[in-house]
Structures are given as structure tokens and as C-alpha cells.
């Protein structure tokens, strides 16, 4: 079937005289739909992608703007399927891990965040990223400038879920002052309940329903799993996907039956059984392993128990100057620490273990749904304490090839598998005629391995070529 299409696109472009100010040329063109093509072409028409192929496919016209990017190897911009644009990549963005509003003011960091719309932005192009999805935060995430207005060169193109539907509360630690319109959990506590919520969040604009689902208690169990379910009835009967979070294996195969279409994190408290497979496929579901986040959190909370800055990984300069700041400030927060833990350290050297027992789970449970043909996207959880917006993406997919998937399946779940989540794959996460001409220009084979992604030397957004050194941040 692709060899019948791509003879009659080429027919149709020899009948057709190409238009392009742009052209890339001598690069290993990864196109993201399965095909690699040495010494290739991509002709870029004002901000649309013209022609993908060798140079017999795509003649180049004359007064072309020729870019010679031989020895590279281009493939399509990545896509981060989970993060949240309300979160900074430091406990200060997440008050309910480490509360302090002394040191830390929310109120005061909201309004930096929502005064600066493409704060995130910058660095996600800086780090080759040119796609997000933000699967939770306050109203402001769905409806402020930084993910309505990214039809623009320097922004990514944004999904965002909204407010996230949950038994479990938080709002004290994120609802006050000038935030009292800007509620982040909404209540599941009824069907009529959630009936109500889900049409808000359809008005609202929101791109998808979540819910934050940790583990009921024993007598809760039965009442918040037909709560669930009757979330993913509303979500259904208003057109909107169900996406999950639940870590825990029984609830995320209560999750899948009531209809989830993404799961945002790995099942990591046992391995997941053949019921949870059948469920996955039978959904078509997504399956989004976030393999960093957590032990992210240990080493941020550690941070601040010890006073000794975590390392901070950001190769190519996109963290901003005041979140660099702010993490290699960590004493900061220790008193707030000592006093929520008596000073002991033990809680520390727990969560590590915990981490760690973790990370084996996960990484065996996304071998388990790769070997089952399950999909898998790249997804970060950026945002969370050291999980950075932008430079996150090298750490989970070089995670996801230690877990034991090939660079030929990452490159899939961070490209292609990350727009058909999206709901954008007519649009992007492939380098095709037609589609939004968003690419990355890199000096090493990421088919060799992902680590190659680092070697980033341009990024395209729109049809406009950037250099890495000009899209630094610092």
C-alpha cells in the first residue's frame, strides 16, 4: 500500500511544478513513517512541508533557499505526550510536594508562568521538541495565550486536558488569593457530579478528560471505580478521550474498562497480567511510561535534605536562568523539610528504595506492552521536580532503550505515535508533502541510539530554520 502511494504522490509532483523557499539538502532523512532515504531532499513551501524524497522525487526550483546539511540526519520534531505547563520542573511548581509559601509564593509563580506564555515554549524548541501535550493543570492551562496562540514560529503546537477530575483533594495547596477561579482538581464524588464537569470542561475547550486516580482504600473501592466508569460514559458522550493517571495495576485496568484511551504513567507496583494487555488492545489505548519522573522526585527531595545541588542535565543550554537558579538554591526548603519530617532521614532513604523497586517494574511492564504490539509514546511528566521542560526528552528516551526498546521504536513513540495521541497526525509527526514543516537537523545517527539526540544542531518550526545556539535559552 505505501509503495502505491508514494508512486502516485511522485506521479502527481512530476505533474505538479514544486514551489519552495526552503530546501535541506545531503542529510539521512528519517521521515518517521518507517522509510530513511540517504542523500535526501525536503522542500519546504512557505510553512508546509512541499516534497520528501531523493533528488530525483523532489527537484529543487530555482531560487530555492538551499540549506546543505550533508552528514546530518533530520527526522521529524519530537513530541512530548505528557507534561504540564503549570509546573516549573522544581518543588516550587508543586507546593503539595514541599510547602513553603514563604520561600515560594504560588500565587506569585502562577502569575510569572501566565505573563510569560512562552516560557516553556523556548525551551522545548531549544531542546528539538515542537509538540506538547499538557494532560492537567488549572483553567488558565486550556485558555491562556501559551496554548491557544501556538500557531506561531516560536511556540510548539499544545493539547492540554484541563482540570483533572479526582476523589483525592489538593486544591488547598494550589487554590488561593487570586487563584480562587483557577481550581485544579475537580470532584467525582456523584454522576450528576461529573456529568456537570465534564460539559464545563467541554466548554472550557479542554482537549481530553483526566483523571487522577491513586488508589482507593478498601471500603472506598467499588464506588470509585463505578465513579470512574461513569467518567469515561460522560467523556464519551461528549466526544472527549479518557486519559488516566493510575499507577497501580488494578486501577488501571479500571481505568481501561471504563473506556481510557491514554494511560499517562506505567503500571509500577507489579507486573501487568494478561487481562491488562487484552484491555490495552481491545481500547486501543496509549500506554505513556514516564520511566524518570519519580526517581526525579527522590532526587529532588534529596537535594534539599542534603543541601547539595542535584545535577542538572541540559545540554544544550534550554533550562531558563531563574529555574537554574532555584535548583541550585535547594537549602532553601529545608526547614519546610525538617518540619513535615522531624528531622528524620530514614523517609528519604525509603523513597530511594521505593524508587528503584519501581524503575525494575516499569521497565519490565513496558518490554511486556511493546512484546504485546501495545502503543507506547515518549512521555516525560515534565514539569515535576527535575523532570526539566525541554532536556527531559534525551533522559526518558535513552530510559526507554535501557527498558530494551530499539531507537527505531523510540524514534516512533516520540514522533509519529505522540501526533496520533494528539489527535494531530494529519498534521505532524511525520515529514510528508502537506504536513506542518516542523523537523530537527542532527550530527548523529539516532538510530544507533537515542542518545544521538543530543547532537541537535537545528530545529524547524513553521518553515523557519533555527540553529540550536540561537534558540539557547542561556
Not at 516553556?120 to 515542537?130: A, E, K, Q
Not at 514560529?153 to 482540570?163: Q, S, T, Y
Not at 464524588?189 to 481530553?208: M, N, P, V
Not at 534525551?394 to 501526533?419: Q, R, S
Amino acid at each position: 500500500m505505501r509503495t502505491a502511494t508514494l508512486a502516485l504522490t511522485t506521479a502527481i509532483m512530476a505533474a505538479t511544478p514544486l514551489v519552495a523557499h526552503e530546501a535541506l539538502v545531503g542529510a539521512t532523512v528519517i521521515d518517521g513513517t518507517g522509510r530513511a532515504i540517504e542523500n535526501g531532499v525536503v522542500l519546504v513551501d512557505e510553512d508546509r512541508i512541499a516534497c520528501v524524497g531523493t533528488a530525483e522525487e523532489c527537484a529543487i526550483p530555482e531560487g530555492t533557499n538551499v540549506h546543505d546539511v550533508t552528514g546530518s540526519f533530520v527526522t521529524p520534531g519530537l513530541i512530548d505526550a505528557h507534561m504540564h505547563f503549570a509546573q516549573t520542573g522544581w518543588i516550587d511548581g508543586r507546593p503539595d510536594g514541599i510547602e513553603d509559601k514563604r520561600i515560594y509564593p504560588y500565587e506569585e509563580l502562577v502569575d510569572s508562568l501566565r505573563a510569560d506564555p512562552g516560557r516553556w515554549h523556548r525551551s522545548y524548541l531549544c531542546s528539538g521538541v515542537t509538540a506538547v501535550f499538557d494532560v492537567g493543570g488549572a483553567p488558565w492551562t486550556v485558555t491562556d495565550p501559551h496554548a491557544t496562540d501556538t500557531d506561531w514560529v516560536d511556540r510548539v503546537h499544545v493539547k492540554a486536558a484541563g482540570p483533572l477530575i479526582t476523589h483525592y483533594d489538593l486544591n488547598r495547596y494550589f487554590v488561593y488569593g487570586s487563584l480562587e477561579d483557577q481550581v485544579k482538581f475537580w470532584p467525582m464524588e456523584s454522576e450528576a457530579e461529573i456529568r456537570a464537569d465534564i460539559a464545563r470542561l467541554k466548554a472550557l475547550g479542554s482537549d481530553a478528560i483526566k483523571v487522577w486516580f491513586i488508589r482507593p482504600e478498601p471500603d472506598e473501592k467499588d464506588r470509585l471505580d463505578a465513579l470512574l466508569m461513569a467518567v469515561g460514559a460522560a467523556a464519551t458522550a461528549n466526544g472527549l478521550p479518557l486519559i488516566v493517571h493510575a499507577t497501580e495495576l488494578e486501577g488501571a485496568k479500571t481505568a481501561l474498562k471504563a473506556g481510557a484511551k491514554m494511560l499517562v504513567h506505567s503500571v509500577d507496583d507489579e507486573p501487568v497480567d494478561q487481562e491488562f494487555i487484552d484491555l490495552l488492545l481491545a481500547n486501543d489505548a496509549t500506554y505513556a511510561p514516564t520511566l524518570i519522573a519519580g526517581l526525579n522526585w527522590g532526587r529532588a527531595v534529596l537535594a534539599v535534605a542534603t543541601g547539595e545541588a542535584a545535577a542538572l542535565d541540559d545540554p544544550n543550554m534550554c533550562v531558563d536562568q531563574q529555574l537554574f537558579d532555584r535548583i541550585n538554591d535547594p537549602t532553601a526548603l529545608q526547614p519546610a523539610l525538617e518540619e513535615r519530617t522531624g528531622g528524620r532521614v530514614s523517609p528519604f532513604a525509603m523513597g530511594m528504595i521505593g524508587a528503584g523497586r519501581e524503575e525494575v517494574i516499569m521497565a519490565q511492564n513496558l518490554r511486556t506492552v511493546r512484546n504485546a504490539g501495545g502503543h507506547i509514546v515518549m512521555a516525560t511528566d515534565a514539569g515535576n521536580p527535575l523532570t526539566l521542560h525541554g532536556p527531559s526528552v534525551y533522559n526518558e528516551m535513552e530510559a526507554m532503550e535501557a527498558a530494551g526498546m530499539t531507537p527505531d521504536e523510540i524514534i516512533h513513540a516520540a514522533t509519529l505515535a505522540g501526533a496520533q495521541t494528539m489527535g494531530l497526525a494529519e498534521e505532524i509527526g511525520t515529514l510528508e508533502a502537506g504536513k506542518s514543516a516542523d523537523l530537527i537537523v542532527l550530527s548523529e545517527d539516532p538510530r544507533q541510539t537515542v542518545r544521538n539526540f543530543r547532537s541537535l544542531t537545528q530545529v524547524m518550526r513553521k518553515g523557519v530554520l533555527k540553529t540550536q545556539e540561537e534558540l539557547r535559552v542561556r
